[in-house]
């Protein structure tokens, strides 16, 4: 099992930036892709972006194509989401996510095996 623990959110206006990070323990984190979610209120929790254990593949949500990047530093056992050109569609809950095979990329969130406690980003018209 591994715990991850999101930070990096809070409120911002339309059109600015924010840079999510989700530091992961408790396992080799380099063997494993991780993925980034969110929720927003009275909606299902829908995927925004995976990124495979050597950051060699990355995929995105249509909704942030060309505004959101994933990356990771398997060094600092960290994934990060750089958010731009932030719409007030994208309030929501942010979670981390982790794969539940290493050496795998997951396909739906069933194959996300542990998620963090969410952090909040609020974009403003």
């Known amino acids: 099992q591994v715990q991850l623990v999101e930070s990096g959110g809070g409120l911002v206006q339309a059109g600015g930036s924010l840079r999510l990070s989700c530091a992961a323990s408790?396992?080799?984190?380099?063997?494993?892709?991780m993925g980034w979610f969110r929720q927003a209120p009275g909606k299902e929790r829908e995927f925004v972006a995976v990124?495979?254990?050597?950051?060699?593949?990355?995929n995105y949500a249509d909704s942030v194509k060309g505004r959101f990047a994933i990356s990771r530093d398997n060094g600092k056992n960290t994934v990060y989401l750089q958010m731009n050109s932030l719409k007030p569609e994208d309030t929501a809950v942010y979670y981390c996510?982790?794969?539940?095979?290493?050496?795998?990329?997951?396909?739906?969130?069933?194959?996300?095996?542990?998620w963090g406690q969410g952090t909040q980003v609020t974009v403003s018209s």
């Open positions: 996510a982790a794969g539940s095979r290493p050496w795998v990329i997951p396909n739906r969130p069933t194959d996300f095996g542990s």
């Open positions: 408790g396992r080799t984190f380099s063997r494993y892709a």
């Open positions: 990124i495979s254990w050597s950051d060699g593949y990355t």
